[in-house]
């Protein structure tokens, strides 16, 4: 049973990842989960979404649980109820010159602004057999925690034609190269004005990754929303399992790896609870005492 947290206990914040924290595989959420999220606001606390992913690309399911902000785009952006609080586009100069790396180079790519994920030609069919992966293992995961086959799952990222793509608006990239030095390459060759860092497409060879302009991450905009809420980043909790979370760790009073996260990163957050689906988040929220 889920205890109330008593009227002399602070009022604390927390900051969860989506993609496997909330979600496993691009479309399933633990029971507990959504009952630990929700018992924690009707104590009293906060919690924001903090995903690298777009606004517009966030699965339906997971708005439905309910929050009282968001963190997207690793950070580029943030919203406390409908107001948006925080904005950082990339300039057009280093997207440009992002989007020259990659052509120059033949490595596949997709941009991201606040609405939607575009992808460059091809990219479809490199990541098809990723997604038919993540599709199997989709009724898996639901006979495991005893719930019934829905419809067709929503793509584990839903993207449209990169000549849609607004250049003006682009606030952050991730690619899928062949090569498994792409990442220290790209890094060089761009330079520090840009951060890029693994990402968390498991692919079978090569390397992925994420840019974004050095300075806009999820504990940057963390401190941001702080900052306006008047709280204390001591109060704040961060539960996440991707590289994209490091600075969200290093910020917050209270860092949660997941339990199926690099033994690194655990070892960066500090404190380890359990995977996706076997209560992760609750576990996390309890041991926070927001639970």
Known sequence: MEHVTSTDSPQRIAFIDVDGTILEHGSIIAPSTITAIRTARANGHLVYLCTGRADGDIHPSVREIGFDGAITNGGAFATRGDE?????????????????????????????????????????????????????????????????????????????????????????????????????????????????????????????GEIMVRGVNKGSAILEVLDLLGKDAADAVGIGDSWNDVEMFQVVGDAFAMGGADPELQAIAGKVTTGVLEDGVRNALVSAGMV
């Open 84 to 208: 948006r609080v925080v904005e950082h586009l990339m300039p057009r100069g280093d997207v440009d010159r992002m989007v020259a790396y990659f052509e120059a180079h033949g490595i596949h790519y997709f941009l991201q602004t606040n609405d939607a994920v575009y992808a460059s030609e091809g990219i479809g069919g490199f990541v098809a057999e990723f997604f038919e992966q993540r599709r199997a293992r989709h009724a898996e995961d639901l006979a495991a925690l005893g719930l019934e086959e829905d419809d067709e799952p929503l793509p584990m990222i839903a993207y449209r034609p990169m000549a849609e793509a607004d250049l003006d608006a682009v606030v952050k990239s991730t690619f899928i190269s062949n090569h498994s030095d792409t990442l220290d390459h790209a890094q060089a060759e761009l330079g520090e004005r840009f951060h890029v860092i693994p990402g968390s497409i498991p692919l079978p060879g090569g390397s992925n």
